[in-house]
């Protein structure tokens, strides 16, 4: 017999235990109960996968489960939040029970290393398309905005850039000699909450990588009404981007393309102390309109537009 709505919730996205204090009801009613603590706000994202838009038919839904949470837990990360709960709503275009239990896996099990409660959804029937909706916690006042970015500003990076738009390329025909690295970074990008937790105090503005260094870090320079001069040769690059870059000469890959979800934030230099290992300065906000980049003792404007679903 096929299986009802509340059949597939049931068998698929019941097993996860409630860890987070301030759930008080999840799956089960007609709204879950959440309690705010004192002097928190909450912070919430949606984001939407289409399949043949945000990925390619076919794609592992152990994986796809997992990046599916993963982007959500990135906003919330960019913003300074702790991740608190999500809704998860599902368009499916038949009942793959094999589809469903690896979907489930991958994003079941990004939620538990996060102590993530899945307290909600939909499920419906048509085109697949995936939705999330997650939310944190983030004390009152304290949350890490992109309007905040002073001139003088450091501009720092939570990790490798380019990996993800490397493992796109060979989806798509590029020869690779190292495949793996990149492929992981494009299918299960892994949230920089921590990072975003341990910059909370300090930075000045954040944003996530999703549509590509260049252009998210314009997001940053138009809300807050400065410009920004990047160093090529700070940029953290891995071996096999930078082997791409020597074969094919395309530089501006790894400043345009998206999907790293590493964390770009600005600090005041008399802060750099606090700035977590691993994150990399690669540049300053300064008081010219734009974004440049000095590249081989020259300073060349970088323009890139994010990607616009209906343009």
């Known amino acids: 017999m096929p299986l009802s709505e509340f059949g597939l919730i049931q068998r698929f996205f019941t097993r996860q235990t409630i860890t987070h204090r301030s759930t008080v009801l999840g799956i089960g009613d007609d709204c879950a109960l959440l309690d705010i603590p004192d002097g928190y706000q909450l912070a ?18 152990q994986a796809l489960g997992h990046k599916l949470l993963a982007v959500n837990l990135s906003d919330l990360a960019s913003m300074g939040a702790q991740p608190l709960s999500v809704t998860l709503a599902l368009t499916l275009p038949n009942v793959d029970e094999v589809w469903l239990a690896a979907f489930a896996r991958g994003f079941l099990d990004l939620a538990a290393q996060f102590d993530v409660d899945l307290v ?17 916690l983030v004390p009152r006042g304290q949350a890490l905005l992109r309007s905040g970015a002073q001139i003088g ?37 892994l949230p920089r909450v921590g990072t975003g937790l341990a910059i909370r105090p300090f930075a000045t503005a954040c944003i996530d990588l999703s549509d590509g260094l260049a252009g998210d870090l314009g997001h940053i320079l138009r809300m807050s009404q400065v410009g920004a001069c990047l160093d090529w040769e700070s940029l953290p690059l891995s071996d096999p981007v930078l082997a791409y870059i020597q074969e094919t000469g395309d530089w501006r890959m790894p400043l345009v393309a998206g999907d790293d979800y590493e964390l770009c934030f600005t600090v005041n230099p008399k802060n750099a102390a606090f700035v977590p290992r691993g994150c990399r300065k690669i540049g300053v906000i300064d008081a010219n309109p734009g974004l440049r980049i000095l590249k081989e003792a020259a300073i060349q404007p970088l323009t890139a537009k994010g990607y616009e679903h209906f343009s």
């Open 120 to 136: 909600g959804g939909d499920t419906t029937s048509g085109a697949l398309t995936l939705t999330v909706q997650a939310m944190g």
């Open 153 to 189: 500003d450091d501009i720092y990076l939570s990790g490798h850039i380019g990996d993800a738009g490397l493992g796109l390329k060979i989806l798509q025909g590029y020869a690779c000699a190292q495949p793996e690295a990149a492929l992981d970074r494009f299918h299960r990008p």
């Open 44 to 61: 919430v994202t949606t984001d939407t996968m289409a399949e043949n838009v945000h990925f390619f038919a076919g794609t592992d839904p």
